[in-house]
């Protein structure tokens, strides 16, 4: 029997990419041990109840402290690992020295187009070269290949979440509230890590939207980040009964009422991954960001972009995000509410 130990990723959308891997492996190797670290609560709650993983591990960095987690890391998975599996995208000193500390003597991972000797990607002793047309799912599956495991893409699994009866219930309860007959969840946030909040598409285009379909009931999505978008988007509805506004909800509670709604409108973020894993039609502006690396998996989807000639510009680095051609994201800017309005009426039509 192996034992692996699976590196944290930050990004929800990053570790919920790596759900259809933990499936591959079950499948495969059912008697094999897999031991899930993660550094965040919200990671935690997407992975909590995967029957894939063995054992699921929280370290509080934010609380902890980023500097104490090399002894944790030895003191706890230190020589008890056969391998280490860094998935896609991992380009990051951080991720490298963690299946490095470990100890495990199989360290499975990616080579990267940018930064790659920089950022300790020679730590690892197996690896794939990065392959920018393929989606992260897709490379996560290829990295599977040095466990013995191969996959055609039409046979890879979906992303997944496991909800209890119970958390789904709740959601159901909220359908039956009296409204329009569409429910269509919107995410007008991203993270703002590293510049990522240029990814956002402005929030008076998702306020005209809003409007163009009278017929429907909007729940607005987000964090505490999000607060003042949500709140101006509502702010602007006339018939302010048709908008509920879910700020700062547990996330277990938003994914299963994700999972109610009729359609999801939303930028490049983690909830786009998860609306996707809940099997929702998903209409996703994108702008710096390579379509290929993270549309929708497995679900029906649109993507709106402009087309302009220097997106994407974004690739897999420590390096913030910015805007290449000095032109402040006009891949953003420029897309247009009649683009999103006939986007989603065409998810709605064929729903």
């Known amino acids: 029997m192996e034992k692996i130990l699976v590196t944290p990723l930050v990004g929800m959308g990053d570790t919920l990419m790596t ?14 041990h897999i031991t899930y670290f993660t550094l965040s609560t919200s990671n935690y709650e997407l992975l909590k109840n995967n029957p894939y993983i063995d054992s699921l591990w929280f370290y ?22 056969s391998i280490s599996l860094t998935f896609y995208p991992a380009n990051r000193m951080a991720y490298n020295l963690f299946a490095l500390i470990s100890g495990a003597p199989k360290r499975i991972g990616h080579r990267y187009l940018h930064n790659n000797f920089s950022q300790g990607n020679w730590l690892k002793n197996y690896t794939v070269r990065e392959n920018p047309a393929l989606h992260c799912v897709e490379e996560n599956i290829r990295i599977l290949s040095f466990l013995g495991i191969s996959c055609e893409k039409e046979a890879i699994p979906r992303m997944e979440i496991f909800l209890t009866p119970e958390e789904r219930e709740k959601a ?19 993270s703002t890590f590293k510049g990522q909040d240029k990814r956002r598409w402005p929030r008076e285009h998702f306020a005209e939207l809003i409007k163009r379909f009278p017929d429907c009931r ?21 018939d302010r009964e048709r908008v509920t ?18 359609a999801f409108v939303t930028n490049d973020s983690g909830l786009m991954h998860i609306a996707a894993a809940m099997n929702v039609p998903t209409l996703v502006f994108l702008g710096p960001t390579n379509p290929a690396y993270i549309y929708p998996w497995k679900v029906r989807h649109k ?49």
Do not use: Q
């Open 60 to 81: 509080p960095a934010k609380t902890v402290g980023f500097l104490k987690g090399p002894a944790h890391i030895a003191k706890n998975f230190f020589g008890k690992y």
């Open 172 to 190: 159901v309860d909220f359908r039956k509230r009296p409204g329009g007959a569409e429910i269509i969840g919107v995410h007008a946030g991203t």
């Open 303 to 351: 993507i709106v972009r402009t087309g302009i000639a220097c997106s994407p510009c974004f690739y897999y680095s420590p390096k913030p995000l910015r805007c290449i051609a000095n032109i402040n994201f006009k891949c953003m800017s420029d897309l247009t509410v009649d683009m999103a309005e006939d986007g989603l009426m065409e998810l709605l039509k064929n729903g």
């Open 245 to 262: 506004v879910l700020d700062n909800r547990p996330l277990r509670e938003a994914i299963a009422t994700i999972g109610m709604c009729d």
């Open 19 to 32: 759900t259809p891997a933990l499936r591959l492996i079950k499948s495969h190797h059912p008697d094999w």
């Open 218 to 238: 909007f729940v607005l999505f987000g964090t505490k980040e999000e607060a003042e978008t949500n709140g101006y988007i509502a702010s602007t509805v006339a």
